[in-house]
């Protein structure tokens, strides 16, 4: 959680992959009594405007949010929260969880749905919200490296990029 602005607007960091696995006999009662600390949690934190960054690298598909808990949380929580969310920020966004949205979209309000924005890599979101109060979990900030490492080998491949060579070298 951070701040921005001002005003000093909330940022709350969701990272999915601390969510617990699905395979967990108590597993819905966990997710359950989560959502009620998330949006306990919300409720106090947030007066005015807020925006939430969901980090979903490093998560396995057994720890994702099912697309049944995600719409329970959409219709819990209270209106006032809703309308004070300027946008929701999905970092590292999956192709399931592309999907799961697109798909949803007919259900969701338009509103709701323009304050959805996905964001490739942690570089990407710096240049969108302050970084200096947002915590990122190494595990994330680990996957990031990864994956940007990967797509600069993938672009050099295609390219021969002789400095990419070099780094690959070292």
């Known amino acids: 959680t951070g701040y921005y ?10 990272a999915a992959c601390f969510l617990p696995d699905s395979s967990r006999t108590d ?6 009594n989560l959502f009620l600390y998330v949006i306990s949690t919300l ?3 947030v ?23 995600m719409k329970k949380c959409y219709q819990m929580i209270d209106r006032r929260l809703r309308k004070n969310l300027k946008s929701f920020i999905i970092v590292h966004p999956s192709w399931f969880i592309r999907t799961i949205l ?8 338009s509103k709701f749905s323009s304050k959805i924005q996905y964001v490739n890599t942690l570089a990407e979101l710096c240049e969108m919200i302050p970084m200096e109060y947002v ?3 190494d595990s994330i900030v680990k996957y990031d490296e990864e994956k940007y490492i990967k797509r600069r080998m993938r672009t ?6 002789p400095e ?7």
């Open 5 to 14: 602005g001002d005003g000093l607007n909330a940022i709350i960091v969701f």
């Open 27 to 32: 597993y819905n009662y966990v997710m359950e």
């Open 43 to 45: 409720e106090l934190m």
């Open 47 to 69: 007066a005015e405007d807020y925006m939430i960054v969901y980090l979903n690298g490093a998560t396995p598909r057994r720890r994702m949010p099912g697309l049944g808990w």
């Open 102 to 109: 697109a798909v949803t979209r007919p259900f969701i309000s």
């Open 135 to 137: 915590h990122i979990p």
């Open 156 to 161: 050099s491949c295609l390219s021969n990029d």
């Open 164 to 170: 990419m060579a070099s780094v690959e070298q070292e």
